[in-house]
């Protein structure tokens, strides 16, 4: 009597010899490596060999570490990212720099240190010091330190291109600030150490503004220190108070009244002023005056000195032949004349009033000693003129002394009026000298 078989078994046996089928399929399709792992035809897993690996996917990590030295290592997340002992480089292969070349990347992104938006440098040689470039808001800051908490702002830059050396808000295109006292503090443009020094000339409670011509050789203090100061060598021209100055040197001052308005020359506020004097807030006129800006007029105003060292002065002439040349006056019918006195160089006009005179008393000579002069011809040695006169020398030697002008002791100069009064009153003698003959004759 035949059994049926149940259909669960059949499918249960099927199932059995399919797995295997499969099972043997798996095996013969396998192919074992060539060569032992890294190498062969299989991806090499990371390990520890010697061996050089490259790896095309991501790897993620903690840290690394140098495996020579701990004491480098990279750690993204870390307090300190990364401590190498190298050159670093950015978009380069052959950085020269010993701390970091960047090459091809935007500097605004590149660096953020201890001090947001800051390049920093540092040198830990016994106290720290380092200096840092920072971007602070909308302006760039060149700081210093020299190991204390103090921290200098050197260099400013604004984004608007205001450039501040030593202060930190210049309003200008360039401020250069140096300290609050001293010689020419701020600034020094040279070549070779000389050159021209600007700045702020302070004493005691007043400060003057200044441009100097300097030689940094000596010390700040020293005479030595200033040289010559040369302006436009190679031509144009200088305005001062004018912005188109139509001559080597211009100073305009203000255009309202006032007196010298244009420059003063000297030390401190004496010297001389130069500029225009206005009487009536119409008529203008030139004028040179000595002049102290500490008072006011009319005490202002000083004695002013011309060649004190020698030269000559000439007034409408540019060839001067004497001390004093003054070429274009014109007559007046006031008679007045004009008197030198050799002795103190004084000029002064001729006056007869007793209110100019004092001691006035009678004048007694023996006047007739004039009629022995004797007139000479000659060629002055100042002016190359010929001319005729009398010798100062022969009125001395003939005792008549009162019309001669005497010089460090020595004849110099002759009183023409003088000789005027002798005449007269020898006339006025020989005249009395007549009278008496013609009063003898008639009787």
């Not at 062969?40 to 095309?56: C, E, H, L, M, R």
């Not at 992104?109 to 830990?124: N, P």
Request: glycine fraction near 12%; charge should be negative; aromatic fraction near 10%.
């Amino acid at each position: 009597m035949s059994q049926k078989v149940s259909p669960k078994l059949l499918t249960l046996a099927f199932s059995v010899l399919a797995l295997c089928f499969l099972a043997i399929f798996y095996i013969f399709a396998w192919t074992e490596p060539s060569v032992a792992p890294p190498g062969g035809n299989v991806a090499a897993p990371i390990n520890v060999s010697s061996t050089a690996q490259t790896k095309t996917g991501r790897l993620s990590f903690t840290e690394f570490y140098d495996s020579n030295n701990t004491s480098y290592y990279v750690n993204p997340a870390g307090t300190i990212s990364a401590i190498l002992a190298g050159n670093v480089g950015i978009g380069t292969t052959s950085p020269p720099s010993q701390l970091l070349e960047v090459s091809g990347v935007d500097a605004k992104t590149l660096v953020t240190g201890s001090r947001a938006g800051a390049i920093q440098l540092r040198e830990s040689f016994g106290t720290v010091t380092w200096s840092e470039w920072q971007q602070y808001h909308d302006v760039l800051r060149l700081n210093a330190n020299d190991g204390t908490t103090t921290r200098a702002d050197l260099i400013t830059i604004t984004a608007d291109g205001k450039v501040g050396i030593g202060t930190t808000n210049p309003d200008r295109p360039l401020v250069v600030k140096g300290s609050a006292s001293g010689v020419h503090s701020a600034a020094f443009v040279e070549l070779n150490n000389i050159g021209v020094a600007l700045g702020g000339w302070t004493t005691g409670s007043s400060t003057y503004s200044s441009i100097q011509g300097a030689d940094l050789d000596y010390p700040e203090t020293d005479p030595n220190r200033y040289t010559n100061l040369a302006i436009n060598v190679s031509g144009g021209n200088v305005g001062i108070g004018e912005l188109d100055p139509d001559r080597k040197f211009f100073v305009k001052g203000p255009a309202d009244t006032g007196l010298h308005t244009g420059a003063l020359v000297g030390p401190s506020n004496i010297g001389v002023a130069l500029g225009g004097l206005t009487y009536d807030g119409t008529n203008y006129y030139s004028s040179i005056q000595g002049v102290d800006l500490t008072l006011t007029p009319p005490a202002r105003f000083r004695d002013l000195i011309i060649n004190p060292g020698g030269g000559n002065v000439g007034i409408g002439t540019d060839d001067p032949k004497t001390r004093l040349t003054v070429a274009g006056l014109t007559g007046t019918i006031s008679g007045v004349d004009l008197r030198y006195i050799t002795s103190t160089g004084a000029i002064y006009y001729f006056s007869s009033s007793e209110r100019y005179k004092n001691d006035i008393q009678p004048f007694q000579d023996d006047f007739f000693k004039i009629l022995q002069i004797e007139p000479k011809s000659f060629i002055d040695n100042a002016t190359g003129q010929k001319g005729i006169g009398y010798i100062a020398e022969d009125l001395d030697e003939l005792g008549l002394k009162y019309l001669v002008g005497y010089k460090d002791g020595i004849p110099d100069t002759i009183d023409y009026n003088g000789i005027v009064l002798y005449l007269l009153e020898t006339v006025k003698a020989q005249q009395r000298q007549i009278n008496e003959l013609k009063a003898s004759l008639d009787k």
